[in-house]
C-alpha cells in the first residue's frame, strides 16, 4: 500500500501533521531517522516521501541524522520516488553559508557575512565590520544557535578566549553585520508546495531562538529587540509582493516545497533576508486568530501527491 513516509528526528514536531493526516485518513509512516542503514541495491518502498530534518539535530543527540537523511534522500530520488524537500533542501538547511549563496544566486538581499574556521581566523574576520556591531551564528544552527551580539572586535576576543565559546558542530562559524530593526521585529514568511502561504510578525526581544514552535528565550547577549505591546508571533495582512515573488522563485530553482524564510528591515527601508529553514513549524495561535492552518493544507497536499 502506498503512504505518506515523514522522515525526522523529532517526533514533537510532527504531531501536528500526523494529527491531520489521521483525519484524512491518510496512510502515513513515520522514519525516524536518528541511526539507520540504507540497502542501496533495494528499491524504496512505493509513496510519497517528506523530508522533515532539522539542522539542530545534533542537539537533540543525533549528531548524523542529517548524513543519514541526505543518503536516503539520495536513494529515494534516484528511484524516483516523490520527494519533498529533497537533496537540494537538506543542503540548505545544514548551511547557512550555501543558504547565503543561493539566495543572493537569486536576486535576494542577504546581510554581509564571513564565514571562518579556527579562533584566529574568526577574530581576524571581525575587522571587515569596521567597528560596527556584528553578529556570531553557528553554519549549521537552528534554535539560534550561536548567535551573539557583538558592538566591537574586543567584545569578540573576550568571548572567544572565554570558557562560553562554543564552536559550530561543523566548525564553521558565521560573521555577519547586525541590522537594527527600528520596530525590533522579524518577519517570517511561510511556503507550502512552493507557493506563498502567509508571513509572521515575530517579536525577538527575548533572544534569537524564533521556532514558532516554541518561542523559547535565549537570554541577554543574544539578538535583536521586541515590542511588548504586540504578541510574539502575529500573521501580517500583506507583505512585500515583489520579494514574495523572489522567494517562490528560489524554491523553484532550489526544489523546496515546505519552508520558512526569515528577513529582518532595516532603518534605510532594506528587507535582509537571513534565514532559509525548511523543517519549518508553525505558531497555532497566530494561526487561530487568523484562521489559517498550515499543517491542515500541508496533509491536504500530501494526500493529493499520494492520490497521483
Known sequence: MKKVYILHENSEWTIHLTRELDKLNVPYEEWFLDRGAIDLSAEPPEGVFYNRMSASSHTRGHRYAPELTSAVLSWLERHQRKVFNGV??????????????????????????????????????????????????????????????????????????????????????????????????????????????????????????????????????????GEESLPKFSILDGFDESLIKKYEGFLQENGIAFAGIENIQAADGRIYTYDVNTNTNYNSEAENIKGIYAMKEMALILKNALLD
Open 88 to 225: 537540494n533542501a537538506i543542503q540548505l538547511e545544514v548551511s547557512k553559508a550555501a543558504q547565503y549563496m543561493a539566495l543572493q544566486t537569486a536576486g535576494i538581499l542577504t546581510p554581509k557575512t564571513v564565514v571562518a574556521s579556527g579562533k584566529e581566523e574568526l577574530l581576524h574576520s571581525a575587522g571587515i565590520f569596521e567597528g560596527k556591531p556584528f553578529i556570531t551564528k553557528h553554519n549549521r544552527a537552528g534554535k539560534g544557535l550561536g548567535v551573539r551580539l557583538f558592538q566591537s572586535q574586543e567584545g569578540l576576543e573576550k568571548y572567544v578566549s572565554s570558557s562560553e565559546f562554543e564552536d559550530s558542530v561543523d566548525g564553521l562559524t558565521l560573521l555577519q553585520e547586525y541590522i537594527d530593526a527600528p520596530d525590533q521585529r522579524i518577519t517570517r514568511c511561510e511556503f507550502l508546495n512552493g507557493k506563498f502561504l502567509y508571513a509572521v510578525s515575530v517579536d525577538s526581544s527575548e533572544g534569537f531562538e524564533l521556532c514558532p514552535a516554541d518561542a523559547c528565550s535565549i537570554g541577554e547577549g543574544f539578538c535583536p529587540a
